[in-house]
């Protein structure tokens, strides 16, 4: 993202305003590849300096594990080699394996804190070399390392305020997609609008389903399939031993989300964490 040329993404919002003759339009954009990409914290705030962020997150293994469906379904997925001869809890072992020797190779660069540093560092804005490497080590493990959400996340507070980032949660997403809705309108500033009911209740790029013209009622979506040896019937056996060494793995970083968010600097996370990440 930061070595591409910036006159095609800013004449996209221009374009935006020309066709429907609007100066007074807010221009989103949005991807799941932003959040750990090292450099556009500083990179989108320079190109609009009142930028405002929203972030969604979801429990940090359920995201791993979707991801892992996803590219063993997907024909042509960026990570399906890494993925299709499998099964979730043996591809984990490997990447932990390999995610925690990047890490503590990095561990030795960390080096004190700069003096002045904020409640928030990130890259160019108080990480030593060893937590810019960490980065780079979680940032390059789509499927895994971008669940470590407090690095990622410290690194946009390093850049944006606070009142500027505003942190979701796909759980109530699900729960109360119209109150999730409304929550982002205020954050934003704009009017409310009446959204269709039934269009509010629909899940997109679920299982199966994996196009944006592609949605289903959130009910149908099912559990995660035995022949991706993700989950047989719930938690079972290998997957289990997989889930407890993946809770172990983001537990820390789990635990600087909830001191934020008890310090009221990010939205209170679900409840549900608090128990799995303790
Ligand atoms: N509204 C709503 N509420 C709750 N959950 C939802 C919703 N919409 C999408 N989803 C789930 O999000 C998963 C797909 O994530 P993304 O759309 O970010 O995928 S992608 O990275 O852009 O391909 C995918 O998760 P899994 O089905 O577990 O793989 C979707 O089911």
Known sequence: MCDKHLEPYQREAATWRLRLNRTDILIGDWSASYFSCICCPPLLKTLNPDIKIIVMLRDPVD???????????VPNGPFRKQVENSTFAEWAATELVSLRDCISRAER???????????FTGWGAGWTL??????QCLARSNLLGWSAY???LGNWLAHIP?????????????ADPLAV??????FLG??????DPQRLGLVFNARDCYNWRCSKPQKEVGPVDKADGAAAGGHEGP???????????????????FSWADEGKIAQVPPAWRTTYA
Do not use: I, N
């Open 63 to 73: 995201r791993a594990l979707s991801r892992f469906v996803e590219q063993k379904r």
């Open 109 to 119: 660069f960390r080096g004190p804190a700069p003096a002045g540093a904020g409640p």
């Open 130 to 135: 060893g937590e810019w490497m960490e980065a």
């Open 150 to 152: 407090s690095v990622f």
């Open 162 to 174: 606070p009142e500027r980032l505003l942190v979701l949660y796909t759980v109530d997403l699900s």
């Open 181 to 186: 809705l409304r929550r982002v309108e205020a």
């Open 190 to 195: 704009v009017r409310q609008h009446t959204y």
């Open 239 to 257: 997957f289990k031993q997989a889930h407890a060494e993946l809770v172990r793995f983001f537990r820390p970083y789990m635990q600087r989300l």
